[in-house]
């Protein structure tokens, strides 16, 4: 009897785990579905204070995976609202949580299943309207976090 062995390296192993989970561009008709649900959504608990809402970080970077987290979907909050971010974040977690969608907090994001998949919401507020410094909320941490996105991408 003969036993036949395949080796395969820890290197050829990770990259067909990733290839398989890969999201790819052409995902584009789910990802606009969704930011469309997660506008309507924001606009439903937020109003008038929610600028715009897109797609960012994890996807963008190429981060994204199909049994994890889809997309990031930054929503973009007016620099003239009233609410500092961390009432923000708060509001927008209660919100997502009174809808039964099941949100489950993240160091700056809120993870949510809306059916289609997981994405993460991360509320920012632009400080001024002539920089690209944002505001973010670190639940961990407590505080607010001032960093520029556009460098993070």
Not at 12 to 22: K, S, V
Not at 53 to 80: M, P, Q
Not at 97 to 113: C, E, F, Y
Request: proline share 1%.
């Amino acid at each position: 009897m003969s036993s036949v062995s395949s080796s395969v390296s820890a290197s050829d192993y990770l990259h067909g785990i990733l290839a398989r989970e890969a999201v790819g561009r052409e995902h584009t008709a789910l990802l606009t579905r969704t930011g469309e649900k997660i506008a309507a959504l924001c606009d439903g608990l937020c109003g008038k204070d929610v600028i715009e809402v897109t797609l960012g970080g994890g996807y963008e970077k190429g981060l994204a995976n199909r049994s994890g987290i889809l997309a990031d979907y930054a929503i973009w909050f007016h620099t003239r609202s009233g609410k500092r971010i961390s009432h923000i974040y708060e509001d927008l977690y209660e919100g997502v949580l009174r809808l039964g969608l099941s949100p489950v907090r993240r160091d700056v994001t809120i993870a949510v299943d809306i059916g289609d998949a997981i994405v993460d919401l991360l509320p920012v507020k632009k400080l001024s309207m002539i920089s690209d410094i944002h505001e973010l909320y670190s639940s961990r941490r407590g505080k607010a976090i001032s960093t520029n996105l556009s460098q993070h991408v």
